[in-house]
């Protein structure tokens, strides 16, 4: 038989195992839920994704926003979704890691409901003040809160929410007691300290620039364990005297635990790829962010490390919430 003849018949045979080859790709349109309201970093981070992703998958990739209850409703959604790689979460550093130690009864659970596809950007908290505080630095201002022990007031968006924490963990590595005062979001929260009705704040860096540029508001430290792009001139928590301190806000793409490893595959190159994307670098930056891409197994790591610090700064705070 002719080399031709044998290739002839060989290549039915050869055609189901290419097929199988082929990588994965969505057969419908794809939904990122965002279990917060839109205008936030976490809204802003899935967007920018979604239009990149969407040209890469061949499928329209759409936000979804669901919010609710410190974010746990759209990710209870995700959690109990289809495991087809068509409904993706755009997860939280409340969402993966915090929100297990604060609320009791949580109705899925974020190990074993939730598989990583990639860790994307993260974003610092800082610690402002209003000018009349009379702190230079963040040592003077530990140094006030020791000297007048309650007194001090310090304000986050909400319970539970990443500047809450990172408070309390500021208070529990320093030892000292500052008064924590929730708001309902940075826009409720904002006019206080412009006013001085409240002295410091501890949230996400971001929307606080503009008034500090303007002299409106001082800023005394963020809490990344290196120096912000944004304000290249405000020292780390670390560098004011608090080794080793990191708490920063992250973002990143989860899906239903028993999704099969070949989507989650798929799903996390096509992450790193626009993530790699100089565009996307740029348009995370605008909104404050830095890329910090982990793959699936790296962001797996990283979440159990959070993990153990978040663990111990909410049952030394005593947080509880329903």
């Not at 860790?119 to 006030?144: F, K, Q």
């Not at 797996?300 to 153990?308: G, K, P, Q």
Request: with cysteine; hydrophobic share 45%.
């Amino acid at each position: 038989m002719s080399i031709t003849r044998r290739l002839a018949l060989a290549l039915p045979a050869l055609i189901p195992a290419a097929a199988l080859a082929q990588p994965w790709a969505p057969a419908r349109p794809v939904r990122i839920i965002v279990p917060f309201t839109g205008g936030g970093a976490t809204d802003a981070t899935a967007r920018i994704l979604a239009e990149r992703l969407t040209a890469a998958m061949g499928q329209p990739v759409v936000v979804d926003n669901r919010p609710g209850a410190g974010g746990n409703l759209g990710t209870d959604m995700v959690a109990k979704a289809d495991p087809d790689g068509h409904t993706l979460l755009m997860g939280t550093i409340g969402t993966a890691s915090i929100n297990q130690f604060l609320y009791p009864r949580l109705p899925w659970n974020p190990q074993a409901d939730l598989a990583q596809v990639a860790l994307v950007n993260s974003v610092t908290n800082a610690i402002i003040v209003n000018p009349a505080v009379p702190a230079n630095t963040l040592a003077e201002l530990l140094a006030l809160a020791r000297a007048r022990p309650g007194a001090l007031n310090y304000a986050t968006p909400g319970n539970g929410t990443s500047g809450h924490m990172c408070g309390e963990y500021l208070k529990f590595r320093t030892r000292t007691d500052l008064t924590h005062v929730p708001f309902r979001g940075t826009g409720a929260l904002m006019p206080e300290l412009l006013s001085g009705r409240v002295e410091v704040a501890v949230d996400n860096l971001p929307a606080y620039i503009p008034h500090i540029r303007a002299g409106a508001l001082r800023i005394l430290a963020v809490t990344s364990r290196d120096r912000w792009f944004a304000v290249p001139e405000a020292p780390t928590v670390g560098q004011s005297g608090v080794e080793g301190f990191e708490a920063v806000a992250w973002f990143g793409i989860q899906a239903p635990a028993r999704t099969p490893a070949p989507i989650l595959a798929r799903w996390t190159e096509a992450v790193r790829a626009a993530c790699a994307e100089p565009s996307v670098i740029a348009r995370f930056r605008e909104i404050g962010a830095e890329g910090t891409f982990l793959d699936g197994p790296g962001f797996d790591r990283f979440i159990a490390a959070e993990n153990e610090k978040w663990r111990e700064v909410v049952r030394v705070a005593g947080i509880r919430l329903e």
